[in-house]
């Protein structure tokens, strides 16, 4: 009776949801299937799903063939770095009128706060002329390779819906960011190590978590890979003790039988995406620790970054994201925590925290753009630097007091992003009111951004799809306008 009732458990678990698709007379296993493993772009694209990571061609011929995202996490202010308005420093101290109010929300501000000028100088630099703050001087030196997107906007004001919006194009959970789309749809030209890789600086993770890094409904393998500048670049990375890489060897062998017949039973892709990630995972044991090992660039290009040998730092993550791009990485991410400048202690004060960050990532970033350039990378790897909204040109006044430190609130209505490389033409897009509290000439949103950036990658964002529940969906958001910035491609 136990045999019986054991083989009954064993037939009822074997028949699974999936045998039904498959099986049924009406032919759901095949469209069910179709949905898994059929055309990326809606143009006859075929994968391998054996092969998730094998590179894929895009639409038409790209001008990027990587990226690079830098995101300062927690809003940096356009005000004291890139968006001069002599106007605001007119009215300096002065009540903000009420028409800048009404309507508005605040996570913070409360009653009629005060405008506030910019705290820090601001100079013209460049062939370009491109105004920038004080805070910034190595990147003066390279602001002739940078578009200034200055009308940026979003509909989110608080951290980490805007940052899941930044890179999913939604600002709730369960969707896929955009270094998962863009590895979904060209793969990568190293299968030893991650299509998405993610490395993380200033001692906290973004506000809305992995999910900005996250696959949501495409298959896992296009998720970002958190990898660490300090240590081992990905934990447990190397073999315990007894264990030999051939005796690996074997044993994913075996797994890895034991995956195949288990996709041929149930026809679940993820199976086959398991069994590449595993292959992924036991070629990084030697690609990833060469690729991690800054300790073999020469004095004078980590002299160049200010690298931390030994610490987690932005200077680290932007000399291996050279590295990374070099060794055919398809998107790179960087977050960068610590510009949430409220004013409320001194790390979020504009003149103590604000201008240590300005001072991590200065040299760093303008090396990077230095170092891509002088060795012929820059010209197909697109990089892009920004925060997840604005801030407002009035003073914080928390609890609707004068605060001891200064600082400002949340603002969506407008905010700065630069990009570089990767068939960017240098210059300036938009502008924002004599404020710059708003967006108000070539106003661009995050969705607009994504729709560039994929562009430029070769793909028209709206044929970019994965059908879910019912819809085809897009990066780009499918109830949201979007849009291409022609001002923004060479």
Known sequence: MNLQRQANIEHHRRVTRRHFLRDCTTGL????????GGPAFGAGATRDLSRPL???QPHFAPKAKRVIFLHMAGAPSHLELFDYKPELAKFDGKECPLRFLEGKNFPFIQGVPKLMGHRF?????????????????HFARV??????????HTDQFNHAPAQLAMHTGYSTLGFPSMGSWVTYGLGSTNENLPGFIVLLSGGKTPDSGKSAWGSGFLPSVYQGVQCRSKGEPVLYLGNPDGVSRDLRRLSLDALNDINRRAHEDAGDPETLTRIAQYETAFNMQVSASEAFDISKEPDDVRA???VKPGEESFAN?????????????????????????HGANEKEALEIGFKGQCTDVDQPMTALLTDLKQRGLLEDTLIVWGGEFGRTPMQ??????????????????AFTVWLAGG?????TVGETDELGYEAVVDKVSVHDLKATMLHLLGFDHRRLTFPFQGLDQRVTNVTKPSRVVKQIVA
């Open 121 to 137: 100088p601001f100079q013209q630099h460049g062939a370009t002329g491109a105004w920038l703050t004080d805070r910034l001087p």
């Open 317 to 341: 993550n932007c000399l291996l994201a050279r590295r990374l791009a070099e060794r055919g990485v398809r998107y790179i991410q960087l977050f960068h925590w610590g510009w949430d400048s």
């Open 304 to 306: 160049a970054y200010g």
């Open 54 to 56: 094998a590179p894929m």
């Open 29 to 36: 296993g095949a469209a069910w299937l179709a949905t898994q």
């Open 423 to 427: 068939g960017v033409k240098p210059g």
């Open 396 to 413: 914080e006044n928390r609890g609707g007091t004068t605060m001891r430190w200064t600082g400002r609130d949340h603002n969506p209505g």
């Open 143 to 152: 602001v002739d390779d940078v578009c200034f997107v200055k009308s940026m």
